[in-house]
């Protein structure tokens, strides 16, 4: 069976455009935050397999890439993971 890849998820659970923008002023500048490396970690990951997708020539659709740059909020270590 395959696996369902559109997962719907609501769009407060991912990053914006402005917030990668401060998430880069902040690098730029030194000063990150907590929970900014999972993000640049996330970015960097996404990257690389979009990076040999295009090499192994499988340009992946605007849907597609829209679904892979989707990059999730940093899950907080303290917060309690629920099984529901």
């Not at 990150?32 to 970015?43: C, F, H, P, S, T």
Request: charged share 45%; hydrophobic share 35%.
């Amino acid at each position: 069976m395959k696996k369902k890849v559109d997962q719907i998820r609501p769009r407060g659970d991912f990053i914006s455009k402005e917030e990668i923008a401060a998430l880069i002023e902040r690098a730029e500048a030194r000063s990150l935050k907590k929970g900014d490396g999972q993000i640049i970690a996330e970015v960097i990951r996404k990257t690389v397999m979009i990076e040999r997708l295009v090499q192994e020539g499988r340009i992946p659709s605007r849907r597609k890439l829209r679904r892979l740059m989707a990059i999730p909020r940093p899950k907080d270590p303290d917060e309690k993971q629920s099984d529901a």
